[in-house]
């Protein structure tokens, strides 16, 4: 199906909506090494930037939500 991007043996997941079908797949060991380690930016100037940068696209239902995340996380 995707031959060489992400390692299937170590994750996958099919979401199938009305339009298309996305395959998501955990990262081969060879792929983390090119982006480096995983980064919580909730709670953090970046996580507000990175917010800001997109507030307009989202939708009004998904506001409360963005801010929760992108100030810490639900808890």
Known sequence: MLLGIGDSAIGEWLEEGAIATHVRRR???SEALTVGPVVD???TDDALRRLRAVW???PEVV???AE???AGGLT
């Open 41 to 43: 930016v909730r709670g």
């Open 27 to 29: 990262l081969s060991e």
């Open 68 to 70: 929760k995340e992108a």
């Open 56 to 58: 307009r696209e989202l």
């Open 63 to 65: 506001r409360a939500f």
